[in-house]
């Protein structure tokens, strides 16, 4: 079992930065790929991030490439999501995720591709 807690989450303005953090628990967590995903209401889930097991692979989507940041720490079990240059449309409800299954050294970007998911934490941007 993976347990998967985010925080970081609240409210700023358009143009200000947040990091997020995704503490992992259970399982040798330095071994699994991590991604982090949104899903803005009304719409469905989405893509934002993921690193590999090694760390020194990452992709972004389009939208937040040269805006956010994904690291891991592996010494805190810990994840992070470095959000700068917010927008209003960056508003949602972010998760992290955690592949337990087999992997290679790249990282996942569709969320079927994950098997663990923490609770949600929730961003929100105001113009």
């Known amino acids: 079992q993976v347990q998967l807690v985010e925080s970081g989450g609240g409210l700023v303005q358009a143009g200000g930065s947040l990091r997020l953090s995704c503490a992992a628990s259970?399982?040798?967590?330095?071994?699994?790929?991590m991604g982090w995903f949104r899903q803005a209401p009304g719409k469905e889930r989405e893509f934002v991030a993921a690193v590999s097991r090694s760390g020194d692979n990452t992709g972004y989507t389009d939208s937040v490439k040269g805006r956010f940041t994904i690291s891991r720490e592996k010494a805190k079990n810990t994840v992070y999501l470095q959000m700068n240059s917010l927008k209003p449309e960056d508003t949602a409800v972010y998760y992290c995720?955690?592949?337990?299954?087999?992997?290679?050294?790249?990282?996942?970007?569709?969320?079927?591709?994950?098997?663990?998911w923490g609770q949600g934490t929730q961003v929100t941007v105001s113009s």
């Open positions: 995720a955690a592949r337990t299954r087999y992997y290679s050294g790249d990282y996942y970007s569709k969320g079927v591709e994950y098997d663990y």
């Open positions: 259970g399982r040798a967590f330095s071994m699994f790929p």
